[in-house]
């Protein structure tokens, strides 16, 4: 089992998603010494939702790219307010106000 921190993988993350690629085995990402999320190859990925969750069709690996592509754009929009120092809206309502405006 191949570890790495979070701190580590941040700072060479195509590194991390190579050898996840090329090597096949996950790799755990670690805060504080603990294991709390995981790198693996989108085949593998897809091929565990598969065998985990055969009632759910899986998509493409493409379909799957589009779909954090557009969850990405869609979180760009509030990174403006998630700035150090932005005023914070007080609710989800208050924040969905706001982007109205």
Do not use: C, N
Request: charged share 25%; glycine share 4%; aromatic share 6%.
């Amino acid at each position: 089992m191949k570890l790495m921190t979070i701190s580590d993988a941040r700072a060479s993350l195509a590194e991390v998603v190579d050898q996840v690629r090329v090597g096949g085995e996950p790799i755990y990402l670690t805060r504080r010494d603990q294991p709390v999320a995981v790198v693996v190859d989108v085949s593998y990925f897809t091929e565990l939702l598969r065998v985990e969750l055969p009632e759910k069709s899986v998509p493409a690996p493409q379909e799957l790219e589009r779909r954090l592509a557009a969850m990405e754009g869609g979180a760009a929009e509030f990174a403006d307010w998630a700035a150090p120092g932005a005023r914070h809206p007080a609710s989800a309502s208050d924040l969905y106000a706001s982007r109205a405006t």
